[in-house]
Nanobody, 122 residues
Framework: VQLQASGGGLVQAGGSLRLSCEAS????????MGWFRQAPGKERRFVAG???????LYADSVEGRFTISRDNAKNTVYLQMNSLKPEDTAVYYC?????????????????WGKGTLVTVSS
């Protein structure tokens, strides 16, 4: 199983980016998927998650600005990030939630992609 995150980069405050997480070795349609981020000097935190059925959940800090979606045909999960702020600067990770888990804590995720860096300048 591999999760490949991409789409990070440098953007000005107020701008947008779309992150992608492509999976190999498993069918994403069968699992809940999430995005987490780790800012410099801080712990990794939950950003957004999407269930198998398409129900999404967001951290308060990104609610209304970020949208998580999935394209099962492409075996890819996306994170559309709009109205970016300098405090969104972080390494972003996609992760698969383990079967039977219903919360979005790190300990419930069993596969992680390598991160992609998002830098938002002021």
């Amino acid at each position: 199983v591999q999760l490949q995150a991409s789409g990070g980069g440098l953007v000005q405050a107020g701008g947008s980016l779309r992150l992608s997480c492509e999976a190999s070795g498993l069918a994403l349609s069968s699992y809940a998927m999430g995005w987490f981020r780790q800012a410099p000097g801080k712990e990794r935190r939950f950003v957004a998650g999407i269930s198998r059925g398409g129900t999404s959940l967001y951290a308060d800090s990104v609610e209304g600005r970020f949208t998580i979606s999935r394209d099962n045909a492409k075996n890819t999960v996306y994170l559309q990030m709009n109205s970016l702020k300098p405090e969104d600067t972080a390494v972003y990770y996609c992760a698969k939630r383990a079967p039977g888990r219903i919360t979005w804590g790190e300990d419930g995720m069993d596969y992680w992609g390598k991160g992609t860096l998002v830098t938002v300048s002021s």
